[in-house]
């Protein structure tokens, strides 16, 4: 099953995107509401963050695929969120910046959303606040991989630099966890997104390397990221999609995308049927052939492609 948020309107299809159905729930449908968070557990459990003012905001859940939805209250006006089940779930909230700075708050619900409790936040004055977790730096999310073992991921400004950070109480707490960068790109600054396990031992860990030219490079665990081994960074710069520890993709949605089959060792560049490079907000794939693109140009028209071929072909299913 495939699911479509834009702005208020929520759409799901079961047959891979040939048809959809509005699943909006009843009381935002039709307003002007903004999502500021989601998460999809599977077909059926879902998250939902809406704001309807910059600090009205509510929680919407639903246990069987948008059919029905419960309404929650939350401490937070923000958030990616995370669930490991369909109880347990995180979110990383952005409280606000400055320079080169991000101030965080991180949640935790044991109820599936009901009640959430603050485990950390990092805002300069606010009561409990700790610096475990710098202030400075750009944060770009954070992932649980069990209910005590969790990462932020960002950037610094400054050459050879990464900011990834991991913590073993739950988010009580956090230690900088060190990696070397590759070859060739040990001065380069670094932007590091949060990883993506596939089990609670395997996952990957993407780093953009801010050098000349412009480079992508993977990391891998087998240990549950108590260690992480770099792969052979590719010049490219470009989104991102994993669908296992293996099938990584490389697409800025021109002609070509690059695609691995070893978890980012080694790299072939096919020849795509179409050219979204000004236009591609975001693409996934769910197996080495199976994936979708989402498309939006400067007039908020939006377009919805599906590939069964690893990349290589693209057909229109929304035009």
Known sequence: QLVLSMYACFTLSPDGGATWYDVTPGDVAGRSIRVSGSCFLDGSMAWLLLNSTATQVSLYRTADGGGTWNMYNVPFINGRMQFLDSMQGYVFSLLGAS???????????M???VTWTQVYTNLPGAEGTSDTLPYSGQK??????DPLHAWVTGSVPMAGETFFYTSSDGGSTWNKQEFELPPGFREAMTEIDPPVFFTPQVGLLPVRLLAEPPSFVFYTTL???????STFPLNVSARYAASSLFDVFLWDGGEYIYVSHDSGETWDRLRTN???VMTLMDFEFVDANNGWALTGDTISHHTFYRTV???ATWTLLIP
């Open 99 to 109: 320079a080169g700075a991000d101030a965080v708050a991180i949640f935790s619900t």
């Open 111 to 113: 109820d599936g959303g």
């Open 140 to 145: 770009s999310g954070m992932t649980y991989v």
């Open 223 to 229: 240990d549950g990221g108590t260690t992480w081994e």
């Open 274 to 276: 179409v050219n979204l």
């Open 309 to 311: 071929d690893g990349g």
